[in-house]
């Protein structure tokens, strides 16, 4: 399973735009970037997905990099809901199943 | 719609027990997965059923098994009890298990918390 690698933890103030990298540096043609993220006490929670191209849902955007070895999750305004661990994983879209292969993440925190 | 469904919310058993953890997949999903996650890590995958038998199993030991049911509920099975097991097991469900289901996403539940004594 390819690997991603996060910083540990993040800093926000409310009401502010958070920037959360990812670097995967071996990626393949065939791996979808997702991103998960776990509030506390609850199960992880999926965020976004793409392959190639930046994409947006109603949670987050989801910026990727030209050579697609790294990306950038973006919460355009964060709230005190948005305190979190966010987990950015590879997934092949030629593997059979779909287990996740979860990495420690980044714990994000939000200041009022 | 109802979620993911997992019984029961928390567990406490002492070394040497066995347990049954249960899980409700999502209205329409057919794949059932369990993870475990240890306090302050990731969860780990630990295998996934689909039609009723084990199709992809990640490093765990026999100890632990499972079972699916016609009604693609499953449960996930622990002998011999170790305190190394005290964590949160998660259950998560999809649709399908066809090349390309990747990209589909997992529903977890809020898991089981087990604390082995």
């Known amino acids: 399973d390819a690997k991603t690698t996060q910083p540990n933890s993040m800093e926000s103030n409310e009401e502010e735009p ?22 506390p006490s609850q199960g992880p929670e999926y965020v976004i997905h793409g392959l190639t191209s930046n994409v947006n849902n109603r949670m987050a955007s989801l910026a990727i990099a030209e050579d697609r070895k790294s990306s950038t999750l973006i919460l355009h305004r964060a709230t005190l809901r948005d305190a979190a661990v966010y987990y950015c994983i590879l ?22 | 719609d109802a979620g993911v469904t997992q019984s029961p919310t928390h567990l406490i058993k002492t070394r040497g027990q066995q347990v049954t953890l249960r899980c409700s997949p999502k209205s329409g999903h057919d794949t059932v997965s369990w993870y475990q996650q240890a306090l302050g890590q990731g969860p780990q995958f630990i295998f996934q059923y689909y039609e ?3 199709r992809q199993r990640g490093n765990f030991p026999d100890r632990f098994s499972g079972h699916q049911f016609p009604n693609y509920s499953s449960e996930l099975n622990v002998n011999a009890l170790l305190l190394g ?33």
């Open chain 2, 52 to 54: 009723e038998e084990e």
């Open chain 1, 91 to 112: 997934r092949s879209v030629m593997e059979y199943g779909n287990k996740l292969v979860f990495g420690a993440g980044t714990i994000l925190r939000v200041k009022s």
């Open chain 1, 18 to 39: 958070v920037h959360l990298p990812c670097n995967h540096s071996t990626i393949s043609g065939t791996d979808y970037i997702h991103w998960y993220r776990q509030l």
């Open chain 2, 85 to 117: 097991d005290s964590a949160l097991y998660l259950c998560a469900s999809s649709l399908g298990r066809r090349q390309g289901a990747g990209n589909q996403p997992q529903h977890f539940g809020d898991g089981t918390r087990l604390s082995i004594l």
